[in-house]
């Protein structure tokens, strides 16, 4: 990473820490200015309620519930409702069809009425979040009859000071006459008829929202409306100036949704502390209830989860000073007060506000104790009690891995309300994923072996955790399959029926097997499907084939008789398509892979995946494997084997055919060979690829499948068509194979497979025959040799014209010791014999030919001659004679072949002596006349000569030994040179001159055989 890449990215984390920091004072800022907080409307049912003690001027009491002769009374002394239009008062039932009295013109004459009103005032202001002094003023009494209305508007100001209306409807038995209301884009119905015959329900709502009274369709609606008002000091509470105060989060939550940069969570502390068994929305207190309701209210349309919850700091003071903190939750529940489990662990950046903990006294410690030589720490606890803030999406991060049912019941709870909340807004694909994931959390913790108590053991039974596991998982699939969750419990399923083995005895088996059955109706093969994963990146392996073929019929034992066949048709559908995308087929799966074939539909798909992604090796095993394989064999097990190899024969054939490296294979097994493949032991080596082969081929001509058996003979044996050195290396696999062919047929005797392999093992007999009779070696008929001495120096040089002359036997090199032995290394000491002649100095190297290397040949040829003709002897039989007729007859008595190749006259190279070596006196190099030992037969070696070897003593300018100068090393050249014809001195010459005594030291012999010791 360079060094501007590294300044960007902490510099983006900078930035993203920043903005973090100002949402989180923007969150915190919004929560603490809420005091107060309400809705646009209230409504509530009293069950529990006074009779006001109606009474009407020049009627006198009303009665509740309303009668229908009070009810007469009542329209009788009532006038029409108007309705406001501009400056102008208006009639008009087409518009407002209702009955009204003014508030002179009736009482309430039940004293604890006024005190039952301003409970109903209290409750009403309080659900609209009015944040000041409120006045309730009795305003009308309204008598709906049947067909009365009053079509959508909105209230006008009637008394300073006004902002709302609170309507009570007294007991009275109606049906229809449900209030609209539609603020902004928000509607709400407010019903009265449902609890109208004994109970009293209230309804309120600010003066800017827009409301229509819907005809009422029978009985009668007597209600009670009142003002609410305020003084006209403070800000006139409207529904409008609630919505900006919504509006205000409702940003921020936007802005949350859209940023990756914000936490996961946020936690806002309380002003007040709760217990647990007071942790619920309802029973908060003051402002915290205010912010509640304010939550309530804007997270759940805006995609947010939130929570109450309990939490503690706990700091444990440790010598020197240091102090150990760790915050932890206590409790987590909904709204509502339903326990949840979140894995969430609190991190200080979450926490909105200043640090929650500075300057503050523990709630609650433990004070330290002495013991013995050391105090112990004291601990100090903070308890909070908070707010917590998600958005919907990421309570799948928190949810925990464990636990059983009772952790994960409060969050299915909590995901099914608020599924059902929503149902207006399509919340299926928002909860697929929780959903899911609490299916599955909820099948492993049913499935997974558990430690007993004794000596860690395992146990796959079902204890009472696991039964209330599967009970919950009942409950979700249930909910799901109801509110078309359906393909999220499919997709649980599968994951269990595909990924895991389930025990035989698993309750798990019945719940798959009963949602098997809810599918199979109309498309039941397509919803099958869906229990299956898609395919993803990785292909599977055979490991998972396995299992699902496991699982399927295990499944399959749970389901009712009426779907099997079905079910049975769509198991071979799957299992022969995730075979063929199987990546490879190892040999350990060919058990199972084999006993999947009975299937006529697998047949057809299977085969054809092995021939064509198997290799050779791998195909033949299979093949051999096929008909060996332990399986309860039937009557019609045979038969299967027989088709399944006239499938796969006819299409693998290019790729069975053995190959001359097969032969090594062979030729390094010499084992017995039974043809009938018992070689399949658990115990015994694996078999080669030609026993296979063979194996193939036997149980071809045991079946009586003539046809192909031939194809077999006729393709699948190698063609030795190379008639030269290297075919012998397979000779004895070679005629190992014949024989076991042999062996093959005659135990089954089918004149056409017979005439089939014929021609094979005849050319083969013939060629190996042939191949052994153009090893045998060939005497050399001279003396010369061939050569591959790298170094090109000039000892080197006159070392190689040497080795490459017919004529001679033996050569001289005077040389210092270190040249001496640098030409020694060059050559075999097991094919030629070194001598050093110490008379003079340098010494002389005497280097002679031999005719060891042929002599050993020769060995070794007629070593493998008796090998092979005492192999091809043991072929005659009677069926042997029968098949091959003459030709065996001629192929024993082969053995004294003999065919000679030309003999190849090495030419010695042409050699020049060195300008800037070369003496000033002439040269000193003699031969020998070897003519007539070149005129000798060439099959017989030629005697060592008697005459002295030639004598290379031209010092070499190219190479020097090491610590030698070269004019030291040569500064007495013992040859000269013949300016006339540059002939070589006799060595009669150069062997009669004196060698010159060395001063102080007793000579040795004067020639040395360094054949066996190379010392100078």
């Known amino acids: 990473?360079?060094?501007?890449?590294?300044?960007?990215?902490?510099?983006?984390?900078?930035?993203?820490?920043?903005?973090?920091?100002?949402?989180?004072?923007?969150?915190?800022?919004?929560?603490?200015?809420?005091?107060?907080?309400?809705?646009?409307?209230?409504?509530?049912?009293?069950?529990?309620?006074?009779?006001?003690?109606?009474?009407?001027?020049?009627?006198?009491?009303?009665?509740?519930?309303?009668?229908?002769?009070?009810?007469?009374?009542?329209?009788?002394?009532?006038?029409?409702?108007?309705?406001?239009?501009?400056?102008?008062?208006?009639?008009?039932?087409?518009?407002?069809?209702?009955?009204?009295?003014?508030?002179?013109?009736?009482?309430?004459?039940?004293?604890?009425?006024?005190?039952?009103?301003?409970?109903?005032?209290?409750?009403?202001?309080?659900?609209?979040?009015?944040?000041?002094?409120?006045?309730?003023?009795?305003?009308?009494?309204?008598?709906?009859?049947?067909?009365?209305?009053?079509?959508?508007?909105?209230?006008?100001?009637?008394?300073?000071?006004?902002?709302?209306?609170?309507?009570?409807?007294?007991?009275?038995?109606?049906?229809?006459?449900?209030?609209?209301?539609?603020?902004?884009?928000?509607?709400?119905?407010?019903?009265?008829?449902?609890?109208?015959?004994?109970?009293?329900?209230?309804?309120?709502?600010?003066?800017?929202?827009?409301?229509e009274v819907k005809p009422v369709t029978s009985g009668y609606r007597l209600v009670l409306t009142y003002n609410l008002s305020q003084s006209q000091n403070?800000?006139?509470?409207?529904?409008?100036?609630?919505?900006?105060?919504?509006?205000?989060?409702?940003?921020?939550?936007?802005?949350?949704?859209?940023?990756?940069?914000?936490?996961?969570?946020?936690?806002?502390?309380?002003?007040?502390?709760?217990?647990?068994?007071?942790?619920?929305?309802?029973?908060?207190?003051?402002?915290?209830?205010?912010?509640?309701?304010?939550?309530?209210?804007?997270?759940?349309?805006?995609?947010?989860?939130?929570?109450?919850?309990?939490?503690?700091?706990?700091?444990?003071?440790?010598?020197?000073?240091?102090?150990?903190?760790?915050?932890?939750?206590?409790?987590?529940?909904?709204?509502?007060?339903?326990?949840?489990?979140?894995?969430?662990?609190?991190?200080?950046?979450?926490?909105?506000?200043?640090?929650?903990?500075?300057?503050?006294?523990?709630?609650?410690?433990?004070?330290?104790?002495?013991?013995?030589?050391?105090?112990?720490?004291?601990?100090?606890?903070?308890?909070n009690t908070v707010c917590i803030l998600m958005r919907k999406p990421d309570i799948i991060n928190f949810f925990p891995s464990s636990g059983g049912a009772d952790r994960i019941r409060g969050l299915f709870h909590l995901l099914r309300d608020d599924f059902l909340s929503n149902l207006e807004n399509s919340p299926s694909a928002r909860s697929e994923a929780p959903m899911l994931r609490i299916l599955t959390c909820l099948l492993r913790e049913a499935s997974e072996k558990r430690s007993t108590a004794y000596y860690g053991s395992y146990h796959s039974g079902f204890d009472e955790s696991r039964v209330q596991s599967l009970q919950l998982f009942v409950d979700v699939s249930e909910f799901c399959n109801e509110y078309g969750l359906t393909d999220v419990v499919r997709q649980a399923l599968g994951t269990v029926l595909t990924m895991e083995v389930i025990p035989s005895s698993s309750q798990i088996v019945q719940i798959i097997a009963r949602q098997f059955e809810r599918d199979s109706g109309e498309n039941a093969e397509g919803n099958w499907d869906k229990f299956l994963p898609p395919q993803g990146p990785n292909r599977p392996t055979f490991e998972d084939v396995e299992r699902f073929h496991k699982n399927l019929l295990l499944l399959k034992a749970a389901l009712p008789q009426t779907i099997v066949q079905m079910f049975e048709g769509w198991t071979q559908q799957k299992l022969g398509a995730m075979i063929l995308n199987v990546a490879h087929i190892e040999e350990k799966h060919f058990s199972t892979f084999i006993s999947l074939l009975p299937l006529q539909a697998n047949r057809c798909r299977l085969l054809p995946a092995i021939v064509n992604q198997g290799s050779r090796g791998y195909l033949i095993r299979f093949l051999s494997r096929l008909a060996t394989a332990e399986i309860d064999k039937t009557s019609s097990w045979d038969t299967l084997v027989k088709t399944s190899y006239q499938t796969a024969i006819p299409s693998a054939l290019p790729k069975l055919a053995i190959a001359l490296d097969d032969l090594n294979e062979l030729q390094s097994h010499p084992r017995p060979y039974h043809p009938i493949p018992d070689e399949y032991t658990a115990s015994g080596p694996r078999p080669t690829y030609v026993i296979d082969f063979l194996a193939v081929l036997y149980r071809t001509l045991e079946f009586g499948m003539e046809k192909e058996a031939q194809s077999l003979v006729q393709s699948g044996f190698p063609e030795l068509s190379v008639v030269d050195g290297s075919?012998?290396?397979?000779?004895?696999?070679?005629?190992?194979?014949?024989?076991?062919?042999?062996?093959?047929?005659?135990?089954?005797?089918?004149?056409?497979?017979?005439?089939?392999?014929?021609?094979?093992?005849?050319?083969?007999?013939?060629?190996?025959?042939?191949?052994?009779?153009?090893?045998?070696?060939?005497?050399?008929?001279?003396?010369?040799?061939?050569?591959?001495?790298?170094?090109?120096?000039?000892?080197?040089?006159?070392?190689?014209?040497?080795?490459?002359?017919?004529?001679?036997?033996?050569?001289?090199?005077?040389?210092?010791?270190?040249i001496r032995t640098h030409l020694q290394r060059h050559l075999p000491s097991q094919d030629y014999k070194f001598e050093v002649d110490k008379r003079g100095s340098p010494q002389t190297l005497v280097i002679w030919k031999t005719n060891n290397a042929y002599n050993r040949l020769k060995q070794d040829w007629d070593r493998d001659r008796e090998s092979y003709w005492g192999r091809v002897r043991r072929l005659r039989s009677s069926f042997t004679d029968a098949m091959l007729g003459e030709d065996i007859t001629t192929y024993t008595s082969m053995g004294n072949a003999s065919p000679t190749p030309p003999v190849l006259q090495p030419t010695p190279p042409v050699l020049q002596p060195s300008p800037m070596s070369q003496p000033s006196d002439g040269h000193s190099y003699s031969t020998t006349n070897s003519h007539s030992r070149m005129n000798q037969h060439p099959n017989i070696p030629p005697q060592r000569s008697h005459q002295q070897p030639a004598i290379y003593q031209q010092p070499a300018v190219c190479w020097k030994p090491d610590g030698i100068s070269q004019d030291a090393a040569f500064q007495q050249p013992m040859f000269s040179w013949n300016a006339r014809s540059l002939e070589p001195i006799p060595a009669a010459m150069m062997n009669a001159r004196e060698v010159p005594p060395v001063a102080g030291v007793k000579r040795k012999a004067d020639v040395v055989d360094l054949t066996e010791d190379m010392s100078d």
């Open 1 to 211: 990473m360079s060094d501007s890449e590294i300044e960007d990215y902490y510099n983006e984390g900078s930035e993203s820490d920043a903005e973090d920091e100002r949402f989180k004072t923007q969150l915190q800022n919004c929560l603490d200015e809420v005091q107060h907080d309400g809705t646009f409307f209230s409504h509530q049912v009293i069950t529990s309620h006074h009779n006001p003690g109606l009474s009407i001027k020049n009627y006198g009491t009303i009665g509740l519930p309303l009668s229908t002769r009070d009810a007469h009374g009542i329209a009788s002394i009532c006038k029409q409702s108007p309705f406001g239009k501009g400056s102008e008062t208006i009639i008009d039932t087409s518009v407002r069809k209702t009955w009204e009295l003014d508030a002179a013109d009736f009482e309430c004459l039940n004293p604890r009425w006024a005190a039952f009103t301003d409970s109903i005032v209290k409750r009403a202001v309080t659900d609209l979040g009015v944040q000041v002094p409120v006045v309730a003023q009795r305003y009308k009494l309204l008598l709906y009859e049947e067909g009365a209305f009053f079509k959508a508007h909105r209230d006008t100001e009637k008394v300073p000071g006004m902002f709302g209306t609170l309507v009570i409807c007294l007991p009275s038995a109606h049906t229809g006459g449900e209030v609209h209301l539609v603020h902004g884009s928000e509607k709400h119905v407010l019903e009265t008829a449902q609890a109208s015959a004994f109970d009293v329900t209230t309804l309120a709502w600010y003066s800017d929202v827009q409301h």
């Open 234 to 383: 403070e800000r006139i509470q409207s529904a409008a100036a609630l919505d900006q105060s919504h509006a205000k989060l409702e940003r921020l939550l936007r802005n949350w949704n859209k940023s990756q940069f914000y936490s996961r969570a946020y936690i806002y502390p309380l002003n007040y502390q709760y217990t647990e068994a007071n942790l619920r929305m309802q029973a908060l207190k003051g402002e915290d209830a205010a912010k509640a309701k304010y939550l309530q209210q804007l997270c759940d349309k805006n995609g947010f989860f939130w929570f109450l919850g309990t939490m503690t700091k706990q700091t444990v003071d440790e010598d020197y000073g240091e102090e150990e903190d760790s915050i932890s939750w206590d409790c987590i529940v909904t709204p509502a007060g339903g326990k949840v489990e979140l894995n969430m662990l609190i991190e200080p950046e979450m926490i909105l506000g200043e640090d929650l903990y500075e300057g503050r006294s523990a709630d609650s410690e433990d004070e330290g104790e002495f013991t013995g030589n050391e105090g112990m720490a004291s601990t100090y606890r903070y308890h």
């Open 727 to 818: 075919l012998w290396r397979f000779w004895e696999a070679a005629v190992n194979l014949v024989e076991k062919l042999i062996n093959i047929l005659s135990k089954h005797d089918i004149r056409t497979v017979n005439e089939t392999a014929a021609p094979w093992i005849k050319s083969t007999l013939l060629r190996l025959t042939l191949v052994l009779a153009n090893r045998k070696p060939i005497q050399p008929p001279n003396w010369a040799r061939a050569t591959s001495i790298p170094c090109d120096c000039e000892p080197c040089r006159w070392l190689k014209h040497f080795l490459a002359d017919p004529n001679q036997e033996a050569g001289r090199f005077t040389y210092v010791a270190n």
